[in-house]
């Protein structure tokens, strides 16, 4: 009668642990591919802001959709404290507006690349 209740075979007791053991490793990957997509998306848009930085410094074409869609996108990452035309740092006189968009638009994209790193950090441990 209790030989039925209580079945603690080898096998049975070590299913839970093995199960338990798959979901912590299925755990694990989610996060490992979540900091990962962070990593990316934060990488991008430090991508944007320095191309921005760089179209502004080599005198792109502004009639280009390309340019203006980067140079858009770009003011819109620099999260108001770096924007180029009142940014952190504002400068005067010849390539006053260069000297501006690389500054204030380089400073956002080191700012999106140790946001990235610390967030895909936190999303790791």
């Not at 990962?36 to 998306?41: E, L, T």
């Not at 700012?111 to 990235?116: E, F, I, N």
């Amino acid at each position: 009668m209790t030989a039925v209740a209580n079945d603690t075979t080898p096998e049975t007791a070590r299913k839970p642990l093995a199960e338990r053991l798959r979901i912590s490793e299925r755990v694990t990957q989610g996060r490992n591919l979540l900091a990962k997509a962070v990593s990316v998306v934060t990488g991008l848009c430090a991508l944007v802001l320095v191309a921005g930085a760089l179209m502004i410094a080599l005198d792109a074409n502004e009639a280009n959709a390309l340019v203006d869609f980067v140079k858009q996108t770009a003011a819109q990452l620099d999260f108001g404290v770096f924007d180029r035309g009142n940014g952190v740092f504002e400068f005067e006189g010849k390539n006053a507006a260069t000297k501006n968009a690389v500054v204030n638009w380089g400073l956002a994209a080191v700012v999106w690349l140790v946001l990235g790193k610390i967030v895909s950090g936190v999303i790791r441990k």
